[in-house]
């Protein structure tokens, strides 16, 4: 292994292919002080010894968070403290051992959850955190924490059969997470074997009827203005009826009709920029969304959304808000629903629809995949009961086959007509 001084100097100069694991450089003056460089550029720290017969090695910190003589210094202290029998590694997993599930949860939240995944996730879990978890278990301490007790927070969440699977999901990851770091046993985890509660998809599709009602409050909203549901108003207190219309910015229009005919998520039409669109291959490239990468094709009618909305001085964004990026469509999605007469249809049902459609006309589950940007297959077969027309050309073709057989002569009088 290489050998030569610590310092920040050649810290900095070590490097770590990508075709290896990592990339030790040990201290020539202080025996077992080392450093290790990573593909990824981290560098780490590290005491090593050997204890009971046994090679031990013990991380000391980030390199930019300790300089080389901070972990110089805490290296020589944690060597010191074996040569007098201390054992710093079963001294670590026992302070580990000691924290609680509140302390564990915020480690990984920081360490695991913002830095490698959505930013989205991370609220979700911290809303779980904050309003579930915590406050039933956050003060036990990790080793502490039963499978009755998980059980016990699961089965009281009744009311909430989604949240409790989530919060049951979400402690199993966060003990696995501190078992990797030997703090807990894999085998413990409180959350395994715990029975989850059944959960029952919420596709809602809309039917041509429902679509039809839709595109006429749509067109209403953007020239003379829906109108006001006045039932709950005393009438002293509303304006003339002509006036009694809300109108919405095209924007918001615009928005709600691309849903319609890209199935894109909310989050990427809103995220949208106008250097992302690729006008000649028709394409909305995503840097990132759900999914990682992602195109969003833009049929005639899109492009022609896009091509009618205006663009704003100083503001990327195709669906335009007061202040950048739109937040939201809740509003007017909340004023179309009610004027279309479309109760207990979400945003998300349009994307459903989008699909559904496509699965009607025999598109063909893999196709509708792609357009809807999935990466397992196995979250498009949610849609395998409407891919029936190449079910229904083939139930039609045996049938007719069949027929024939039971009615040779019916055949031959009609060929020879």
Request: net charge positive.
């Amino acid at each position: 292994m290489p050998q030569g001084r610590i310092s920040k100097k050649s810290v900095d100069a070590l490097r770590c292919s990508e075709k290896q694991d990592r990339v030790f450089l040990w201290d020539d003056a202080l025996s077992g002080f080392g450093v290790a460089a990573f593909p990824s550029q981290k560098k780490i720290y590290y005491a090593q010894y050997r204890q009971h017969g046994r090679s031990r090695r013990i991380a000391l910190g980030e390199h930019g968070r300790l300089t080389p003589d901070q972990a110089r210094s805490e290296a020589k202290k944690l060597l010191g403290a074996v040569e007098t029998g201390s054992d710093p590694i079963a001294e670590r997993r026992e302070q580990r051992a000691r924290r609680t599930l509140a302390e564990a949860a915020a480690d990984f939240m920081v360490h695991h959850v913002r830095s490698k995944r959505k930013p989205r996730t991370a609220i979700e879990y911290q809303c779980l955190l904050d309003r579930r978890i915590l406050p039933a278990l956050g003060s036990r301490r990790l080793v502490e924490i039963t499978r009755s007790d998980v059980a016990r927070l699961h089965s009281c969440m009744a009311s909430a059969p989604f949240a409790a699977n989530r919060c049951l999901a979400l402690l199993s990851s966060i003990w696995n997470w501190a078992a990797r770091r030997a703090e807990v046993p894999f085998e413990e985890n409180p959350a395994r074997g715990i029975e989850k509660n059944p959960e029952r998809s919420r596709e809602r599709f809309l039917t041509r009827d429902e679509f039809g009602r839709l595109g006429e409050s749509l067109r209403l909203a953007e020239t003379v203005g829906v109108a006001w549901e006045t039932n709950d108003v005393q009438s002293k207190h509303l304006p003339r009826e002509e006036n009694r219309r809300t109108t919405l910015d095209p924007f918001a229009v615009a928005a709600i009709r691309l849903l319609i005919f890209t199935g894109a998520r909310l989050g990427e039409i809103l995220s949208a920029k106008w250097d992302q669109v690729d006008v000649d291959r028709r394409i909305l490239f995503l840097p990132d969304s759900k999914t990682g990468k992602k195109p969003i094709y833009l049929p005639e009618t899109a492009l022609a959304i896009l091509d009618s909305l205006p663009r704003l001085d100083g503001n990327p964004y195709i669906i335009a808000g007061s202040d950048g990026r739109r937040a939201d469509l809740k509003r007017p999605w909340s004023v179309l629903r009610r004027a279309a007469d479309l109760k207990g249809v979400r945003l998300h049902d349009l994307r459903h629809s989008f699909a559904s459609y496509g699965a009607e006309a025999g598109l063909g589950l893999p196709i509708i995949g792609k357009l809807l940007g999935h990466t397992q297959p196995s979250t498009t077969n949610r849609y395998a009961h409407l891919d029936a027309s190449p079910l229904r050309r083939a139930s039609e073709d045996i049938s007719t086959r069949i027929s024939g057989a039971l009615n040779p002569h019916a055949q031959e009088e009609k060929a020879i007509q």
